[in-house]
């Protein structure tokens, strides 16, 4: 029992210890957990150093039990203030397409958005003939899917909403002969 107090007071003291942390980021750029190497944490104790990535929304909202059990802690101050504009210069958006994907299932990785980073709806166009917009849906982080039921025509064009209203289309930014597991680079990206 004793060893279950101090492994969860520990947890809590590191996730307070990071939270704090990031929260003395300067807000004018966006933080990258990917460029955080938590390895180089220093401790005199046995425990050894681990890093965690939040998937889901950026206000730490809508996990069953909330993030790591915490219920809605991370979507309330001072958590809640960690969402900061992204700021990639000069890079536009990628699009790394699921490895699981095929003919009738699409999915991919959206990356360097500029702007808010969050985004609130993602849409699927085929081919420049066709004018319907299919609805995506988030499958978790900053992935994002479509079950279609029929066979996909490309080239896909994708359409971005963020969460501070802002839209963008990458036409075409999936080509023909698209692969799974492949990346695509598109030649939009968010004004900041």
Not at 151 to 161: D, G, M, Y
Request: charged share 15%; net charge negative; with cysteine.
């Amino acid at each position: 029992m004793a060893l279950f107090l101090q492994h969860n007071s520990l947890s809590i003291t590191t996730l307070v210890t990071l939270f704090s942390i990031l929260l003395n980021l300067n807000h004018s750029c966006c933080f990258n957990p990917k460029l955080f190497n938590v390895s180089k944490l220093q401790s005199d104790s046995d425990w050894s150093p681990a890093g965690a990535t939040w998937y889901g929304p950026a206000d730490g909202a809508g996990t069953d039990g909330g993030a790591c059990g915490y219920l809605d802690t991370v979507e309330n101050p001072p958590f809640s203030k960690l969402v900061v504009n992204c700021s990639y210069p000069g890079v536009t958006i990628t699009f790394r397409v699921d490895s699981g994907s095929n003919p009738y299932y699409f999915g991919t990785l959206i990356e360097f958005e500029d702007g808010a980073g969050d985004l609130m709806e993602v849409h699927l166009k085929q081919n420049d003939d066709s004018d319907s917009w299919l609805s995506m849906q988030e499958s978790w982080g900053a992935v994002w899917k479509l079950n279609s039921g029929s066979t996909l025509q490309a080239p896909l064009s994708i359409r971005l909403t963020a969460s501070n209203g802002q839209s963008l289309v990458a036409n075409n930014v999936i080509p023909t002969g698209w692969q799974p597991g492949q990346t695509y680079r598109s030649v939009v990206n968010f004004e900041v």
